[in-house]
């Protein structure tokens, strides 16, 4: 994955509620990877037409998704094609979507005057469409990473991926959890086997939730810890990693880059502790198994995460 991401740009998404909800949501989620996005969910209380006017006269790009209603019925998409239209916005780039067939579903018009993006067939070929028109360069949704399986004689694609920002953050956060919950627990039995009671794992949720839990107590008695035999190389590699997963669950919903970046420092922070431990215990199997599985089991998990949400997206619409 070579391409650069462009200047962030900003979209605003016309549709009618009664038979173009579902669509808009699924769009406009896999366009947030790549442009500040505006559709009417976010509205303000206060003037609904000025609100919706000077949202559309701000931004570069405008999406009508053509549907039945908003093409025959809705005065308010009507209304937003008009503004986008007027002389002061001459210069935006207007974009039809068209989403199901029949002539119903088309404004001839708009089609006929504006290169479309035509999802009716496939999600996939239309966000290509549309993302070639307003950003110059065609992006796939990061729906398309659920159909890149694995196979061992090529690069898994994901780490890239994961690092530029083609994974939502939420689906970021739901990995880090997993990492920290499924990787590190039995790593912190063996390491606090001898050590103070109050940091027996038992009796912490295995989750991240409860690993944080067991930072924070970490903090708390450090110097008896390491007094127990817990090295302080350990604690502070645990209270780093809490730190990132700290920062992580801080970000915004859209801070998708940010949130991939801390993610591969916690993936790879992790991988070379466990390896050096693996190394330090003289077992050659444990460092061969780390190093042939760790990497494979994080991101079959992203994988497995990207399908869920991609499925459940793709129910919505």
């Known amino acids: 994955m070579t391409t650069t991401l462009p200047a962030r740009k900003s979209v605003f998404i016309s ?3 009664k038979d173009g909800m579902d669509f808009t949501r699924r769009l406009a ?3 947030e990877m790549y442009m500040d996005v505006f559709w009417d969910r976010r509205l303000q209380a206060g003037d609904y037409p000025q609100q919706l006017q000077d949202e559309i006269e701000k931004r570069c790009c405008f999406i009508f998704v053509m549907t039945p209603y908003s093409i025959s019925d809705s005065e308010w998409c009507q209304k937003e094609l008009e503004t986008a239209k007027a002389k002061p916005n001459s210069d935006k780039e207007i974009v039809p979507v068209r989403i199901y067939e029949g002539d119903s579903a088309i404004n001839k018009d708009l089609a006929n005057k504006y290169t479309y993006g035509d999802f009716v067939n496939d ?10 028109l307003m950003l110059g360069t065609s992006f796939s949704s990061w729906e398309y990473l659920a159909n890149d399986d694995y196979d061992p004689g090529k690069p898994d694609i994901l780490p890239d991926a994961l690092k530029a920002g083609y994974v939502p953050c939420l689906i970021v956060r739901q990995l880090a959890s997993w990492l920290l919950a499924e990787k590190l627990w039995d790593i912190l039995k063996i390491e606090f086997k001898n050590a103070d009671p109050i940091l027996a794992v038992v009796g912490y949720p295995r989750t991240a939730r409860g690993f944080k839990k067991i930072g924070d107590d970490l903090l708390k008695t450090s110097i008896k810890q390491r007094n127990a035999g817990l090295a302080k190389t350990t604690t502070d590699w645990m209270n780093q990693i809490i730190e990132f997963y700290q920062q992580l669950g801080d970000l915004k919903d859209s801070q998708h880059r940010e949130a991939g970046r801390l993610m591969s420092q916690i993936i790879y922070d992790i991988y070379k502790h466990l390896e050096h431990d693996s190394v330090a215990s003289r077992k050659a199997s444990d460092v061969i198994a780390w190093r042939t599985y760790f990497h494979f089991d994080v991101y079959e998990k992203l994988r497995e995460l990207i399908t869920y949400y991609a499925n459940t997206s793709r129910r919505l619409y």
């Open 15 to 17: 549709y009618a509620h």
């Open 29 to 31: 989620f896999a366009l």
């Open 123 to 132: 999600f996939e070929v239309g966000f290509r469409r549309i993302t070639q």
